[in-house]
């Protein structure tokens, strides 16, 4: 009897699925997580390099949870050159890729790197040629946004900037930029509550709101995990 029962248990013991690991384990989410202070409402204010050509616009950036797909999204409104976008991190290329649409509608393609704070992405115009950079960081303790428009014409190595936007996030001040609350789902600025068995949590988007939602017993075992791992 004991002969046929040890096989039997190696037998369970192979078939017995892993346990699959958490959004936690995912690098893009960790890559993103470098961004967090991307998310919310900005108002901005745009200006040419030679200041003849001033606007306003507005950005709002948000998480968002499809399976295995951790994007951030952002819908840029009266901007000059971009609408609604997708910005992924490609744990393959250790590259960060946005696409954006432009203006009428058209798709583009940015692709490039995190340094010192400072997102830089370059699309290639299969056209013209020419270099599109797009430089993105936040300032002041996450309140304050800012991108630049770059461009390099074929042939040539010099990258000549267009213009700029500054964004103050909503509802914040440069004197108020400290993080009082911690998004459970990402670590981010957690501006929106959220209740689970008569306790509340804080949020930092929409799409974190629903991811939560969705599965409050699975975010807060990776919140729990991820607080573990910074001890």
């Given at each position: 009897?004991?002969?046929?029962?040890?096989?039997?248990?190696?037998?369970?013991?192979?078939?017995?699925?892993?346990?699959?690991?958490?959004?936690d384990?995912?690098?893009?989410?960790?890559a993103?997580?470098?961004?967090?202070?991307f998310?919310?409402?900005?108002?901005?204010?745009?200006?040419?390099?030679?200041?003849?050509?001033?606007?306003?616009?507005?950005?709002?950036?948000?998480?968002?949870?499809?399976?295995?797909?951790?994007?951030?999204?952002?819908?840029?409104?009266?901007?000059?050159?971009?609408?609604?976008?997708e910005?992924?991190?490609?744990?393959?290329?250790?590259?960060?890729?946005?696409?954006?649409?432009?203006?009428?509608?058209?798709?583009?393609?940015?692709?490039?790197?995190?340094?010192?704070?400072?997102?830089?992405?370059?699309?290639?115009?299969?056209?013209?040629?020419?270099?599109?950079?797009?430089?993105?960081?936040?300032?002041?303790?996450?309140?304050?946004?800012?991108?630049?428009?770059?461009?390099?014409?074929?042939?040539?190595?010099?990258?000549?900037?267009?213009?700029?936007?500054?964004?103050?996030?909503?509802?914040?001040?440069?004197?108020?930029?400290?993080?009082?609350?911690?998004?459970?789902?990402?670590?981010?600025?957690?501006?929106?509550?959220?209740?689970?068995?008569?306790?509340?949590?804080?949020?930092?988007?929409?799409?974190?709101?629903?991811?939560?939602?969705?599965?409050?017993e699975?975010?807060?075992?990776?919140?729990?995990?991820?607080?573990?791992?910074?001890?």
């Open positions: 009897m004991k002969r046929a029962i040890l096989p039997a248990l190696l037998v369970c013991a192979v078939f017995v699925p892993l346990s699959r690991g958490g959004d384990d995912n690098p893009a989410k960790e993103l997580q470098a961004l967090n202070d998310v919310g409402s900005w108002n901005g204010a745009g200006s040419n390099m030679s200041k003849s050509e001033n606007w306003s616009e507005k950005a709002s950036w948000s998480w968002k949870f499809k399976g295995d797909d951790i994007s951030l999204v952002v819908d840029f409104k009266d901007s000059k050159d971009f609408g609604k976008g910005l992924r991190y490609l744990a393959d290329k250790k590259k960060y890729e946005l696409k954006v649409n432009d203006k009428k509608g058209n798709p583009m393609t940015f692709v490039g790197d995190l340094k010192k704070g400072y997102l830089t992405l370059d699309h290639l115009d299969s056209k013209s040629g020419d270099t599109q950079r797009l430089t993105v960081n936040s300032a002041a303790g996450g309140v304050r946004f800012v991108y630049t428009l770059q461009r390099k014409p074929k042939g040539s190595t010099l990258y000549t900037k267009l213009y700029q936007v500054d964004f103050n996030k909503e509802g914040e001040s440069l004197a108020g930029g400290a993080k009082e609350k911690e998004c459970i789902v990402t670590g981010g600025r957690g501006t929106i509550a959220v209740s689970y068995m008569g306790k509340t949590y804080y949020v930092c988007c929409t799409g974190c709101r629903d991811a939560f939602l969705e599965n409050p699975k975010i807060l075992k990776e919140y729990e995990e991820r607080k573990k791992k910074e001890k």
